[in-house]
C-alpha cells in the first residue's frame, strides 16, 4: 500500500524568505512522486516529478524538491517565496502500478 | 491547445436531481479519471478508465456513474443528487507508462463546482 503526509496544512513565509513544503510517503517499492499547485478556483498543475534519474528534481518557477530515501521524504523547496507563489500545493505517490495517492495538500500564504 | 475541458464550471442542483458533467481531452491520452475535492481531504478517485469501453470503481464510487464511448470524452453521472455529493469535480487525463501504468503526470481541468441544496 503506498500513503502521503503532508505535513502543515497551512504554510505562512514572509515574501523573499525560503519555502518549504514538507511531504513523506509510505511505498513498498521504489515511487514515482509529484508535486502539483493548485491555484484559486483552477485545477491541478504539474510542478515536478521524481523517476529516479535524480535524487534532486528542478521544476517550474523555481521550485526544486530532494528524494530521501532513508527518510522517506520528497520535501518541496523555493529559496526565495513571491505573491504568486500562494497557492495549494498537493504532493502525491504511485509505485507506477497503482493509482495515484494525493496528501491531503498545503495552503501556501505569502506575507508581504 | 486545450488540454483537459470540463462543463459546467458551476451548477446549483436540488436533492434528487440528475446531471451530467462533461470531461473531453484533445492529447489522445489512454487513460482518464474523477476526482472530487472537499477542504483539507485532498483528491479522492471516484471512476477511472484505462480507454474507450473500460471503466473502473475508484475510492468513493458511490451514488456515481461513468461512460468512456471514445478515447476524448468521459462523462461522470450523478443520478439523485444528495447534499454528500457538493464538492469540486475534477476530470484528469494521462499516458500509460513504461515504468507503470500510472507512472506519467495527470493533465488536469479546472473543474465543476457543484453544489446541492
Known amino acids: 500500500a503506498q500513503s502521503v503526509t503532508q505535513l502543515g496544512s497551512h504554510v505562512s513565509v514572509s515574501e523573499g524568505a525560503l519555502v518549504l513544503l514538507r511531504c513523506n510517503y509510505s511505498?513498498?517499492?521504489?515511487?514515482?512522486l509529484f508535486w502539483y499547485v493548485q491555484y484559486p478556483n483552477q485545477g491541478l498543475q504539474l510542478l515536478l516529478k521524481?523517476?529516479?534519474?535524480?535524487?534532486l528534481v528542478k521544476g517550474i518557477n523555481g521550485f526544486e524538491a530532494e528524494f530521501k530515501k532513508s527518510e522517506t521524504s520528497f520535501h518541496l523547496t523555493k529559496p526565495s517565496a513571491h505573491m504568486s507563489d500562494a497557492a495549494e500545493y498537493f504532493c502525491a505517490v504511485t509505485s507506477g502500478n497503482e493509482k495515484l495517492t494525493f496528501g491531503t495538500g498545503t495552503r501556501l500564504t505569502i506575507i508581504p | 491547445n486545450a488540454g483537459v475541458t470540463q462543463t459546467p464550471k458551476f451548477r446549483i442542483l436540488k436533492i434528487g436531481q440528475s446531471m451530467t458533467l462533461q470531461c473531453t481531452q484533445d492529447?489522445?491520452?489512454?487513460?482518464m479519471y474523477w476526482y472530487r475535492q472537499d477542504p483539507g481531504m485532498g483528491l479522492k478517485l471516484i471512476y477511472y478508465s484505462v480507454g474507450a469501453g473500460i471503466t473502473d470503481k475508484g475510492e468513493v464510487p458511490n451514488g456515481y456513474n461513468v461512460s468512456r464511448s471514445t478515447t476524448e470524452d468521459f462523462p461522470l453521472r450523478l443520478e439523485l443528487a444528495a447534499p454528500s455529493q457538493t464538492s469540486v469535480y475534477f476530470c484528469?487525463?494521462?499516458?500509460?507508462?513504461?515504468?507503470?501504468?500510472?507512472?506519467?503526470?495527470?493533465?488536469f481541468g479546472d473543474g465543476t463546482r457543484l453544489s446541492i441544496l
Open positions: 511505498s513498498s517499492v521504489p515511487p514515482y
Open positions: 484528469a487525463s494521462s499516458y500509460s507508462g513504461t515504468g507503470g501504468a500510472y507512472s506519467q503526470p495527470q493533465h
Open positions: 492529447m489522445n491520452h489512454n487513460y
Open positions: 521524481y523517476t529516479s534519474a535524480a535524487t
